[in-house]
């Protein structure tokens, strides 16, 4: 059984900022690559940002410059600083990762989604 809790979502104003956390809780034997999706109404989910374990970054042009994503393989957990936040940036965010469990199964997991909402 593994978890994946997000947290830090909300309304911001345009040019505003937001952290976004996500935990991983459970069997987990090991964390691969964890990466932030998001989905806006109407559009397909789309990736924004994914760390590798060795702590490799990749992320979506549209956020390149204003979204920094870092994990703490200590705790588990992936954050998500987005920074010149913008209306097109509505979404909500949705975290993954690739987990290899204590029977080292590997499977991807997703959390549950968290609103974030830019507007004046």
């Known amino acids: 059984q593994v978890q994946l809790v997000e947290s830090g979502g909300g309304l911001v104003q345009p040019g505003g900022s937001l952290r976004l956390s996500c935990a991983a809780s459970?069997?987990?034997?090991?964390?691969?690559?964890m990466s932030w999706y998001r989905q806006a109404p109407g559009k397909q989910r789309e990736l924004v940002a994914a760390?590798?374990?060795?702590?490799?970054?990749n992320y979506a042009d549209s956020v390149k410059g204003r979204f920094t994503i870092s994990r703490d393989n200590a705790k588990n957990t992936v954050y998500l600083q987005m920074d010149s936040l913008r209306p097109e940036d509505t979404a909500v965010y949705y975290c993954n990762a690739r987990i290899t469990t204590l029977i080292r199964r590997i499977d991807t997991y997703w959390g549950q989604g968290t609103q974030v909402t830019v507007s004046s």
């Open positions: 760390i590798s374990s060795g702590g490799g970054t």
């Open positions: 459970g069997s987990i034997f090991a964390i691969n690559v």
